[in-house]
């Protein structure tokens, strides 16, 4: 079984993953700074690495089941377990290497993402506490004439009269 075309797409697909690692990286210290024209870029950077990490799937998926062509498989969907059981040895250990490089990076993309993700709710949460204190809080009144009809206030940022 000849699968150099399966190792070229694992290698494409863990670079690509690198840069979005890096990327996620760059990301946490926008969120810190709190720049959101760069965090903008960063955005539509990673978007185009994930269009091209779908295309490396779809290959992967194809390369998988040109290495397991004329074998049977587990489950409904061939993996890159099932292939090692019928490449060479040396082969095999080139795809375990691969394979755990790919998830080192992924856990660690996992992880960074979270990260991300957990100071952007801090921030947000930030945000909405700053707004609830400079807006003021319309108070029931509990005293004054029961039979005029008061209109509702408009609860807003600042008070004005024209």
Wanted: glycine share 2%; aromatic share 6%; proline share 3%.
């Amino acid at each position: 079984m000849n699968t150099s075309f399966l190792l070229t797409t694992l290698q494409q697909q863990l670079e690509e993953y690198t840069e979005l690692y890096k990327l996620s990286v760059a990301k946490t210290e926008l969120i810190k700074k709190n720049d959101i024209l760069n965090l903008n870029e960063i955005i539509n950077k990673e978007a185009k690495y994930l269009l091209s990490l779908d295309v490396l799937e779809k290959k992967r998926v194809e390369a998988v089941y040109a290495v397991l062509s004329g074998h049977e498989w587990s489950g409904d969907l061939p993996t890159l377990s099932d292939c090692l059981n019928v490449v060479s040895n040396e082969e095999a250990t080139k795809l375990l290497n691969m394979q755990s490089e790919l998830k080192v990076i992924i856990e660690e993309l996992k992880e960074r993402n979270y990260l991300n993700q957990e100071l952007i709710y801090q921030s947000m949460q930030f945000v909405s506490l700053s707004l609830s204190m400079l807006k003021p809080k319309q108070t029931a009144p509990n005293y004054g004439p029961t039979s005029k009809q008061q209109s509702p206030k408009i609860d807003t940022l600042f008070d004005s009269q024209i």
